[in-house]
């Protein structure tokens, strides 16, 4: 591949891509396209910059923007409002034009020069109220998935491909599905190269973390500066538990998938750190803690917020057996490099997460 087109490429995940990717092929163009929406997406600019990343500064939601970009060879759809509150807690408007009729400029783009289309969802496609009939067990410091299940697609391992879609899902994984239904479209009647990872919780440095998303960095980062945190519903344990992906294993991902594109057209997978890979907010503390040397005040909150799940794992076995690939970048070694990125470029990153 000699061109890329990287949307939201001035974000976490988006940035973090477009690096990797130059460094892998010095020879490639690669664009990153960002409207520069969240804070601290600026401090990505010279980092791009001095790595030879071209900065296009559009919004994917206006047509027009696209117009004005060449063609390319390979575009990977990173960007989205990813708040699972977005929209119940504010209005929803920028969170449909931005995740889905995005998509629908991103694909129109992709059309017009024949190029290949990746698109990064969420595990959020998956129904609230299917999750929450999963059956748990509760351990010392996390709940786990219960042996005997009376739904499909749930095992030990975690949610696979087949686990139900019927039902409400948060307004955010909402317009994620409505994207990966007209992505199909698009592969099926226009021929569309087009692969669809479904991620868990992506996490690592440069990542902005907040209450409603990139929780790792966002506990890291209170350790390090000593603030309070909070266990926030189901009792108040801090027992709810993620699987989380280093940004640098789903690289490792698309690059396989682009090297046998063939194969791979058309998919959509589940992408995320496996059982192997998961942590609770029990689990996470103690870990910034060995990390940081810190301890924090955790206050506990029983009652549940909207939208809020006890458990999520990624089932990996269909990309795993597709691709070969697996994570293999502990939560520890996530963390580790998230404190020293904290403790290189403390003075920056304090007005943004030190707050």
């Not at 440095?205 to 790792?216: E, R």
């Not at 009652?303 to 293999?328: F, K, S």
Request: glycine share 10%.
């Amino acid at each position: 591949m000699t061109s890329f087109l990287i949307t939201g490429g001035a974000g976490f995940v988006g940035a973090t891509l477009a690096l990797r990717f130059k460094a892998a092929h010095p020879e490639a163009r690669v664009i990153a396209l960002d409207n520069l929406k969240r804070r601290g997406s600026e401090l990505n600019l010279p980092r791009l910059r001095q790595a030879g990343v071209e900065f296009v500064h559009g919004d994917i939601r206006n047509q027009e923007d696209f117009d004005a970009l060449p063609p390319v060879e390979v575009v990977i759809e990173a960007s989205a409002e990813p708040s699972v509150l977005a929209g119940v807690t504010s209005a929803p408007d920028y969170l449909v034009n931005t995740n889905l009729l995005g998509t629908i400029n991103c694909l129109n783009y992709t059309r017009r020069h024949g190029a290949a289309f990746i698109f990064l969802s969420t595990s959020r496609v998956y129904p609230i109220n299917q999750i929450e009939r999963i059956a748990l067990t509760e351990g010392p410091t996390r709940f786990e998935i219960a042996p005997e299940q009376s739904m499909p697609g749930i095992s030990a391992a975690g949610l696979a491909e087949s686990f139900p879609l019927e039902g409400y899902r948060s307004l955010y994984g909402a317009t994620k599905l409505c994207s990966e239904y007209l992505i199909q479209e698009y592969h099926h009647f226009y021929g569309l190269r087009t692969v669809i990872n479904r991620c868990g919780v992506l996490a690592g440095p440069w990542q902005m973390g907040k209450v409603d998303q990139g929780v790792v960095v966002l506990w890291a980062a209170r350790h390090f500066w000593q603030q309070e945190l909070g266990y926030i519903g189901f009792g108040g344990t801090g027992k709810q538990v993620r699987d989380v992906l280093h940004v640098d294993d789903l690289y490792d991902l698309l690059e396989i998938q682009l090297a046998n594109l063939a194969s791979h057209s058309g998919q959509t997978y589940n992408v995320g750190g496996g059982h192997a890979g998961s942590v609770s907010l029990q689990e996470l503390t103690v870990l910034c803690q060995e990390i940081t040397g810190h301890q924090v005040p955790i206050h506990a909150e029983a009652e549940t917020r909207p939208a809020d799940i006890a458990l999520y794992l990624t089932d990996n076995a269909r990309v795993t057996a597709a691709t070969g690939w697996a994570p293999r970048r502990s939560v520890r070694t996530l963390v580790e490099d998230v404190y020293q990125w904290l403790r290189a470029h403390e003075a920056e990153l304090k007005p943004i997460l030190g707050q």
